[in-house]
């Protein structure tokens, strides 16, 4: 079976806080692709990073970064030093070999960052 | 360049009517979904069209649901006899459509549906 768990929620923290929000997946695919999608309170999903299965190495993109554990089948990603602006929900989301195109995602992690 | 564009941005319908929803995908892209937003399911992938091929319709929740895509473009997504639990946010994202599951999926503004 696919799946992927987010299990924090909502996340409140103020801004400057590091803030690290958790993505556990399932999979029985050998070959995968996991993402993260931002959803600021506009509506649209804003794509940030894909990283495949092979690729365990870890990604940083100014105050993003991206810790991808297959071992632990997990994909984290920390914000450091939050800003407003980064108050959003974030979706993780995977796609296999077996799924065609589809992604599957997870429930969604939104964050609030107070000034 | 322009990403994916949906109309309209909003829909209010009356339960029994049919909704017709749009979507224009990045040019170029030849890979075109449809995923369902709604606060109880999450977002819900309904349908896949890849090129010329047969789409995959694996994810639509009953026959009263249907989506073409014409001239490889622009696609339809159609709902007939509409009840209130189809109200939801509809999402169509595009991808180049090389590799099927490495594409990275381009989501536009979606559709809110309101079936009252």
């Known amino acids: 079976a696919q799946k992927v768990t987010q299990a924090q929620t909502e996340i409140s923290v103020v801004e400057k806080e590091d803030v690290t929000l958790d993505c556990v997946y399932e999979t029985r695919d050998t070959t995968y692709y996991l993402f993260w999608y931002k959803q600021p309170p506009s509506g649209e999903l804003v794509f940030l990073i894909r990283?495949?299965?092979?690729?365990?190495q870890n990604e940083i993109s100014g105050r993003y970064s991206w810790n991808f554990q297959k071992s632990t089948s997990s994909f984290n990603f920390t914000i450091t030093a939050s800003q407003v602006v980064d108050s959003a929900v974030y979706f993780c989301a995977l796609s296999g070999t077996n799924q065609g195109g589809k992604l599957i995602f997870g429930q969604g992690t939104e964050l609030s960052v107070k000034p | 360049g322009a990403g994916v564009s949906q109309s309209p941005s909003n829909k209010v319908t009356e339960k029994g009517k049919d909704v017709e929803l749009r979507c224009d995908p990045i040019s170029g892209h030849t890979a075109l979904y449809w995923y369902r937003q709604s606060l109880g399911q999450g977002l819900e992938f309904l349908i896949y069209?890849?090129?010329?091929?047969?789409?995959?319709k694996s994810g639509l929740p009953s026959d009263r649901f249907s989506a073409e895509r014409t001239g490889g473009s622009v696609s339809t997504l159609t709902i007939q006899r509409t009840q209130q639990e189809d109200s939801a946010v509809y999402l169509c994202?595009?991808?180049?459509?090389?590799?099927?599951?490495?594409?990275?999926?381009?989501f536009g503004p979606g559709t809110r549906l309101t079936v009252l």
């Open positions: 990283r495949n299965s092979f690729d365990e």
């Open positions: 069209f890849q090129g010329n091929s047969a789409p995959d």
């Open positions: 994202a595009s991808s180049l459509g090389g590799g099927g599951y490495t594409d990275t999926q381009y």
